[in-house]
């Protein structure tokens, strides 16, 4: 397994280098953030261990433009920081595990062994449909170039749609996915959340994404194309 540290503290750097390559793991330094990427564009690592306090690029923007490249090895961050905010940031910026130092190098065997053993996994931030898309970070979302306003609700349903396009969804899988416990089957408040969606997200557009499937539910139907009413082709 090979792993890329990107750490401009040399001591940090090669005392890590030396414990990993004691476990027997292929190790490469980067000592700025401009190095870390252009070395992890090019070769394969399976872990990256990324400072966040880094000259040239720090080390978030090197998160952010590894997430960008598509990269998806786990990825263990390093801070000498150790506000909460910080922790946050890190996480939603697609790091997947954070380390205060000073740390034992023991912790550090230890979380690199997890993350090694996870490996890489698909990080989706935004979902897209048709021309709708859905930001999961910023909790932002656009119909083409027009923001949408949701409130929390919607934005759960909304979410689900979109984690299940083209696909049928019934009002109890609806419950199950959107609401608690509590919620009453009774009710037809999933049919008048829809009705607020399709006002926000529908209304005015030529293309309809939230589609009703009569007496079964309701499905987010992305692509065009597949719209029964369209048969023959053009000559
Ligand atoms: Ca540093």
Known sequence: MRILIVEDEKKVSNFIRQALEEEQYAVDQAFNGEDGVDLAEVYEYDLVILDLMLPKKGGLVVLHELRGMGKKMPILVLTAR?????????????????????FSIEEFLARVRALMRRGPVEKTQVLKIADLTLDLIKREVFRGAKRIDLTNKEYALLEYFMRNPNRVLTRSMITEHVWNIDFDTETNVIDVYITYLRNKIDKGEPHRLIQTIRGVGYMLQGDYNAHPGKTGHMV
């Not at 996480?91 to 997947?96: E, N, R």
Request: proline share 5%; net charge negative; aromatic share 4%.
């Open 82 to 102: 150790d506000a909460v905010q910080d922790k946050v940031t890190v996480l939603d910026a697609g790091g997947d595990d954070y380390l205060t130092k000073p």
